[in-house]
């Protein structure tokens, strides 16, 4: 989620404004809930998970329960930046706006899902004919932008939080937590590659790069070294802020432990514990969706409703649990049902519609939200803010 670039003019003049009581802050959804859907919860889950000693047997029904919650989560908060990012393209100011930003758009509306399409198409038939590596490697692509993904949302956190307390991180600051999340990627990223060859995805043979333990090593002391120049140059600019008359509930700490939490705990430390390993997707679709539904909320109430709970984001919800049914399961396990005659997964053997559905979908959805949640998209920088007061 690229929501760091919305950085500037976050509150249009003509945005749809309602008045809050500036003594209470401004919030997305409140204090205590910004803390606890944003990664305060996930915390939580981190250590009570690392203090129980799991049997495989409770492994396992934790593993379905996250299945299950994915459904109303996960899948949907993916059903959502289609649902966002196309509905942004119909809209009638989207013409006006520049040609960089509307190819742009095209790219990644147009280009890229017929280019990704057509690369898993291919790997499907080589895998077919006996040759794994491409489709492997996908997976792979897969994997290595979960990780890019996961950092940029933390930082994006970071950022919107700073825009809501209208308490900005230093440029000093910006820099540093933004090379620190490329660090933490490529560490995450290296470390499911170190090791050896080989693991499985939906039953498909899923490729490993086996990186040298020096390198990890050498990456590991980038991922320090930045968190280190992070911390100085956050703990500088919030001393900056203080002196300059901000409080400290001013402070945009909510969203650097967002940042944090994405870094860690669901991406550098994310393999450390195999059950929470199971939670992260859902945590992080969480985060996701509450600024989705945040923005949601004031693009309603901006035609007249006053309801939180409103026709429109009841049809916006169904429809993207709706979506997420349709692309994550229903469409792959036909087609799969096709091809083999039986219904397929992990355990009945390779799943590749399921995977390549699984890859396009995750794949796709991440260079939607490198372009859905930029500076210029007037939609949310129309909605995102509108709920704060103007003070």
């Known amino acids: 989620m690229s929501l760091h670039v919305v950085l500037k003019n976050q509150v249009s003049s003509d945005s749809p404004v309602r008045e809050v ?31 129980v000693e799991m049997s495989s047997g409770a492994m396992a029904t934790l593993a379905v329960v996250m299945m299950a919650l994915a459904n109303v989560v996960n899948h949907p908060h993916f059903a959502h930046s289609y649902q966002l990012f196309y509905g942004t393209w119909a809209d009638k100011d989207f013409q006006n706006l520049p040609k960089e930003f509307k190819l742009r758009w095209r790219v990644v509306g147009l280009w890229i899902p017929i280019v990704l399409a057509a690369v898993l198409a291919a790997s499907v038939v ?56 490329y660090a933490c990627w490529i560490g995450a990223w290296m470390i499911i590659n170190h090791g050896s060859a080989g693991a499985a995805f939906w039953g498909v043979f899923k490729i490993q790069l086996n990186i040298p333990t020096e390198v990890l090593a050498l990456v590991a002391a ?8 992070a911390v100085l140059m956050a703990t500088r600019s919030a001393q900056s802020a203080i002196k300059s008359g901000k409080s400290w509930k001013e402070l945009p700490l909510t969203g650097l432990m967002a ?15 195999p059950a929470y390993l199971f939670v992260i997707p859902f945590f992080h679709s969480l ?12 693009e309603t109430s901006s035609t007249g409703e006053t309801s939180l709970v409103s026709r429109e984001l009841i049809r916006f919800s169904l429809l993207g649990a709706v979506l997420g049914a349709l692309g994550f399961w229903i469409m792959p396990w036909v087609a799969d049902y096709y091809r083999t005659g039986q219904w397929r997964d992990e355990l009945t053997g390779p799943a590749l519609a399921l995977t390549s559905f699984w890859v396009f979908i995750n794949v796709h959805h991440y260079f ?24």
């Open 21 to 51: 009581n500036p003594a209470q802050g401004n919030y997305l959804w409140g204090p205590k809930l910004d803390v606890a859907l944003l990664g305060g919860v996930s915390i939580i889950a981190f250590l009570v998970l690392q203090l």
């Open 126 to 181: 080589l895998y077919l004919d006996g040759s794994p590596v491409w489709l492997a490697a996908t997976i792979n692509l897969m994997a290595a932008l979960v990780g890019w993904h996961y950092v940029k949302q933390g930082f994006g956190m970071a950022m919107v939080d700073a825009a809501i307390k209208k308490t900005f991180w230093s440029a000093d600051a910006r820099k540093a937590l933004l090379w620190n999340a």
């Open 222 to 229: 980038s991922v320090v070294s930045t968190t280190c120049w």
């Open 259 to 273: 940042y944090f939490v994405s870094l860690y705990l669901w991406t550098i430390f994310a393999t450390v514990n």
């Open 287 to 298: 985060q996701y969706m509450t600024v989705v539904y945040r923005y949601k909320a004031n």
């Open 368 to 391: 939607i939200d490198s372009v859905l949640w930029r500076q210029g998209n007037p939609r949310v920088s129309k909605y995102l803010f509108a709920h704060l007061s103007k003070k």
